[in-house]
């Protein structure tokens, strides 16, 4: 099958789900089209069954907002009459369902029919798409769409209870390339970063305020009062340079490391004995489970879809969101306690296993043909 993928090409959860969704089914021999701004961050490789298109939007000086949207459908239209695409795979509804319709309709006109998977991630139905400045035009995309998938049952409801939205949601949850992380690192360099007996706890995100980085320093702050720790800090965003602050006010800077937007995440949590995603709101929490395939424990707050992904004294603890003292208390009790940690390294994982790319990747094949057969 010749597939069109559309996401955000940034460091965000939704782009790196649409990339190695793209890369699995690519392995799986289909054609994979990636239509999007920028070159996916974790789309290192062009190949045969791998291809991308840029979407240009000109500047021009009448435009305060440049029309990325406009632009978007009419690359999409192009490259589906292009290279015969059979079908479109929007990522993230705002505006990536929104310009698919309008290819779509588009194409219609000139008498191609291409059926429109959507996959809801979050914060495009949480956060911004509720907002009642585009609410109307997410609803409308979100019903037109010929298949909708949501990561988590949790954003299934919120969805449901946030739009009036007529069509089935199907649950299809994020997943993880198992083979990536059986990178057999044996010095994952860790006394680059810490000394021997220093924990070592991460943290990775967007640096969003939902994301309550606040609380990821306070709750270090709680674990390196009793123990010795340091805390990884790997992201780049809006919260970041509040949280150096909050850093230096608590006289800890010297334990915390800042190190920016990586590629390389999978080296970081193999040196890093706790996760910690404290978040206000969490579709899945993609990041919890990279952290738990490389056998990282996670201490996060109970809340969307983090309880479907993270299980309560299994692969981590879960708290109420905000509880610092809980969430240092959980981490504690696992750092502590070398048994303890061993049997939660070994939980993380197995946990992890349930999400296999290999379990998931079948599904949304399912999932397209099942869209051929609505539009
Ligand atoms: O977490 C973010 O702010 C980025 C955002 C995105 O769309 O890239 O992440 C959302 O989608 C991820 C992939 O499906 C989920 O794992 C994240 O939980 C979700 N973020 C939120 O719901 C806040």
């Known amino acids: 099958m010749k597939i069109a993928i559309v996401c955000y090409p940034t460091f965000g959860g939704s782009g790196v789900v649409a990339t190695e969704l793209g890369i699995a089914l690519a392995n799986r021999g289909h054609e994979i089209h990636f239509i999007t701004y920028k070159q996916p961050v974790r789309l290192a490789l062009l190949s045969e069954n791998i291809h991308f298109h840029e979407v240009n939007v000109p500047e021009y000086p009448l435009f305060h907002y440049q029309p990325y949207e406009l632009a978007l459908s009419s690359k999409l239209v192009d490259m589906v009459k292009l290279h015969q695409i059979d079908l479109l795979h929007v990522h993230y509804a705002i505006p990536h369902a929104y310009a698919g319709y309008m290819a779509k309709k588009m194409l219609a006109e000139e008498g191609i029919t291409i059926p429109m998977v959507t996959t809801l991630h979050g914060t495009d139905i949480t956060l911004v798409g509720s907002h009642p400045f585009y609410k109307s035009a997410v609803t409308f995309s979100i019903n037109k769409s010929d298949v909708v998938t949501s990561v988590s049952e949790s954003l299934k409801q919120d969805t449901l209870r946030l739009f009036d939205i007529k069509r089935e949601i199907d649950v299809v949850p994020n997943f993880i390339d198992v083979t990536k992380y059986n990178h057999g690192f044996t010095d994952c360099q860790r006394s680059l970063m810490a000394t021997e007996d220093e924990k070592i706890i991460t943290h990775v995100s967007n640096f969003r305020a939902v994301k309550r980085i606040d609380d990821v320093v306070r709750i270090f702050n709680e674990i390196q009062k009793e123990i010795p720790a340091k805390l990884m ?141 609505m539009a």
């Open 233 to 373: 800090m790997v992201g780049e965003g809006p919260e970041k340079e509040p949280a150096e602050q909050l850093c230096e006010e608590l006289g800890i800077s010297d334990k915390v490391i800042f190190l920016g937007n990586s590629n390389e995440v999978d080296k970081i949590l193999c040196f890093s004995d706790l996760f910690l995603l404290p978040s206000e709101t969490e579709s899945f929490g993609l990041a919890a489970l990279e952290a738990m395939i490389s056998s990282v424990p996670v201490i996060s707050s109970n809340t969307g879809g983090i309880p479907e992904v993270n299980v309560h004294g299994v692969s981590g603890y879960l708290s109420n969101v905000g509880d610092i003292k809980d969430m240092s208390n959980n981490a504690l009790k696992i750092l502590k306690d070398a048994a303890e940690l061993e049997k939660f390294k070994i939980g993380a994982k197995e946990q992890a296993l349930e999400f296999d790319i290999n379990k998931i990747v079948p599904v949304y094949e399912f999932i397209y043909q099942k869209a051929f057969e």
